[in-house]
Structure formats: C-alpha cells, structure tokens
C-alpha cells in the first residue's frame, strides 16, 4: 500500500503561502504529514507538489520519497489526485491511502487505522469522526481508473464517494485525531 500526501495547493485564503512549506513543529507542514504516513504504515509514499515546487524540494527535507510534479495545480485538488494516481500505476501498489498535507490533527494512528480497512484491490474505505465521512481515504488499486475520470476541479474523489458511499469501509478515528483543515489565517493557530 502506498502513501499518496497531496501537497499542491497554493493557500490563496492564507495571502498565497503553499500551504506544504507552513511551520509546523519547527519543520515544513510537508514533512509532518510525510512522517504521519510513515508512521501510520506507509513505506513507499509519493508527494504531490505544485505551488512553489521548487521552494518546497529545496527547503523540506523528503528523503525516500517520490515527488510528483502537478503543473495544473490551480485547477484544484482533482488534479493533483489524477497526477498522484497516475504516478502510482504501475507500481505494483494494490491500493492508495491519500491524505492531505494540511491536516496535521490527523495522525499516524488514524492513517494505521484506515490502512487495517484494505481488503483486496476494490478497497474503499475512510476515516470518519463523529459519522461524517473524513481523510485520510483509501482507495484500491482497481477503483483508481474511475476515481481518475471522475476528478475534477477542487472536488478531487468526492463525487466518486458520494456515489459508492455503500461500499465505503468507514473507520472511526474521533479518538485519535482531529480533522480541521489550514484553510485560513485563523486556522494557523492549529499550527506549533
């Protein structure tokens, strides 16, 4: 099972800073949500990069790691889930667990518990806190042409979600981790 941390996006609600070069611990938000998958199980993880891709290779320290280029970053999060997915095919991975980089209330033990869920290469399970539907998400190897066709604009798998919400494994992770996302200037008080 591969780690699939999509990191792209350019904060434009946070004045333009890439959300993956946010502090974090000391550290670029990047590297954390990197050693969350490690942790969690994921020993083979591809990062997802867009804005500012070059500041980010250059200041965050990412060894072991694939680093896939999205230059259609902007189009939003469905972009880089296609440009991430497509970097994994033909890996010989039987599924993806994807996780978000600003989303450092999610910890290791959530992405341990989401991993437990895979099954065989139709997996399709998520996180939940408090019965909502939450990342990170795994998706099995099979589903991942259908995901790929379905991701547009900033929606990434939602649509896909939604429509086999029946077949969805859904974990629950309200105990160990918090699901708030860095959206804003406010949500950088989440930020150590």
């Known amino acids: 099972m591969a780690g699939l941390l999509l990191a792209a996006g350019g904060g434009r609600r946070l004045g333009g800073r890439p959300k993956a070069l946010l502090p974090h611990r000391g550290r670029p938000l990047v590297e954390h949500a990197v050693r969350t998958l490690r942790e969690g199980g994921c020993e083979v993880i591809h990062v997802v990069l867009g ?32 440009a991430g997915l497509a970097s994994l095919a033909g890996t010989g991975a039987d599924a993806a667990l994807v996780s978000l980089v600003d989303q450092p209330g999610i910890g290791a033990e959530a992405v341990a518990r989401v991993r437990s869920a ?29 995901i790929v066709a379905g991701a547009v604009g900033d929606q990434g798998a939602r649509d896909y979600l939604r429509a086999h919400r029946d077949a969805i494994t859904l974990v629950d992770c ?9 959206d804003t200037e406010a949500d950088l008080a989440h930020l150590e």
């Open 174 to 182: 309200s105990d160990v981790a918090e699901p708030y996302d860095i």
């Open 118 to 146: 895979y099954r065989t290469r139709t997996s399709l399970a998520a996180a939940s806190y408090d019965g909502k539907r939450g990342h990170p998400v795994l998706f099995g190897a099979d589903r991942w042409p259908a």
């Open 51 to 82: 804005a500012s891709a070059g500041l980010v290779r250059k200041r965050a320290s990412l060894p072991g790691c694939v680093l896939v280029d999205n230059p259609a970053w902007e189009e939003g999060m469905g972009s880089s889930l296609r």
